[in-house]
């Protein structure tokens, strides 16, 4: 069975960092693209980063260029994300999103190419 479990969300302070690790079952993380996506009330879900399958390489939005950093645990089964110097623009609900039914090369930062998702993890940024 495929899940994909969020954790490591929480409140911290502008200018903080939080690590966010996404615990995958049912399929091997290194052989599919992975992305993480926020939501922030009241907008869209928008890509963050993405890792490709295979090693294939990674993709970051212009907002996270430079503050965040995705990596997948080789041969096991989580992905985290490394977020600094949080800003309140970062705020939102994360999610992690795996693309297995129709993966492409290199991942993309588009909501609909993701078919299986976790439940997500609260980031709150405050002073």
């Known amino acids: 069975q495929v899940q994909l479990v969020e954790s490591g969300g929480g409140l911290v302070q502008p200018g903080g960092s939080l690590t966010l690790t996404c615990t995958v079952s049912?399929?091997?993380?290194?052989?599919?693209?992975i992305a993480w996506f926020r939501q922030a009330p009241w907008k869209e879900r928008e890509g963050i980063s993405c890792l490709s399958q295979l090693n294939r390489g990674s993709v970051y939005a212009d907002s996270v260029k430079g503050r965040f950093a995705m990596s997948k645990d080789d041969g096991g089964n989580t992905v985290k994300l490394q977020m600094n110097n949080l800003q309140s623009d970062d705020a939102g609900i994360y999610y992690c999103?795996?693309?297995?039914?129709?993966?492409?090369?290199?991942?993309?930062?588009?909501?609909?190419?993701?078919?299986?998702w976790g439940q997500g993890t609260q980031v709150t940024v405050s002073s």
């Open positions: 049912g399929f091997n993380p290194s052989e599919y693209n």
């Open positions: 999103a795996a693309e297995l039914l129709t993966p492409v090369p290199r991942c993309l930062l588009t909501t609909s190419r993701y078919d299986e």
